[in-house]
């Protein structure tokens, strides 16, 4: 057992890292543009990679409590998402 | 090897599944020519990466004896709400005529629906785009 939950740490550790990198790569995208569309897409990105982080550290941690938060990034990352591609379309977020 | 050997494993593969596709999808939205073909990377690879995290989290809830689904709900919102924000990432190109090829010139004076900007920011949009 103990092989198995050390094998199971170490990927955890693995994991964050590589998600960690992954929001790095987002955040050079979100600097270099060009395009408007290409830094929506990056934030977008952005805020799935942190879901993915909030629910690592549940795991690493044993707990249930951040589901919540990991639901209300999700959340507001559709929306926020959806307002800056229609403020693109239409000049405005709620016509 | 007992059943609680057999779950641990299970989630550590799940989290090397998922970190997979989520630096995949890094790797992709950095990489890749066109903004069209950027939009490919990570709504498809980073929420398939991340619908595996949420099964990861799921067998662990259920290996450390107070299990939960909770993780389906983020994960049923995650699934359907990506194609939908990628669409409006799409339009979005479209509209600032950053894809390949752009849409054809239509006959007799009309416009392509997602190209139509409203009435009062018509002189705002005759500069070019881009600029």
Request: aromatic content about 8%; glycine content about 8%; hydrophobic content about 55%.
């Amino acid at each position: 057992m103990t092989q198995a939950s050390d094998f199971l740490t170490l990927t955890l550790y693995g994991a964050l890292t590589l998600v960690a990198i992954a929001q790095f790569m987002a955040m050079i995208r979100l600097w270099i543009g060009p395009g408007t569309g290409d830094r929506i897409l990056a934030l977008d990105t952005m805020f799935i990679n942190a879901i993915g982080i909030i629910v690592l550290l549940g795991i690493l941690q044993g707990t249930q409590i951040y589901f919540e938060a990991a639901l209300i990034i999700a959340m507001l990352g559709f929306v926020s998402t959806v307002a800056y591609a229609r403020f693109v379309l239409r000049g405005d977020i709620i016509e | 090897m007992s059943l609680d050997i057999i779950a641990t494993y299970a989630v550590a593969v799940l989290l090397i599944i998922g970190s997979f596709f989520v630096v995949v999808a890094g790797i992709g939205l950095l990489k890749l020519n066109d903004p069209m073909t950027r939009l490919h990377a990570p709504t498809k690879a980073a929420t398939l990466g991340i619908g595996a995290y949420l099964l990861a989290a799921m067998v662990s809830s259920f290996l450390s004896g107070s299990g939960s689904l909770h993780e389906l709900l983020i994960m049923a919102f995650i699934f359907v709400t990506a194609p939908v924000s990628a669409n409006f990432m799409a339009k979005a190109n479209i509209h600032r005529r950053d894809c390949l090829p752009n849409p054809p010139e239509l006959p007799d004076g009309d416009t392509w629906a997602t190209l139509n900007v409203p009435e009062e920011d018509r002189e705002i949009e005759e500069a070019p785009p881009n600029a």
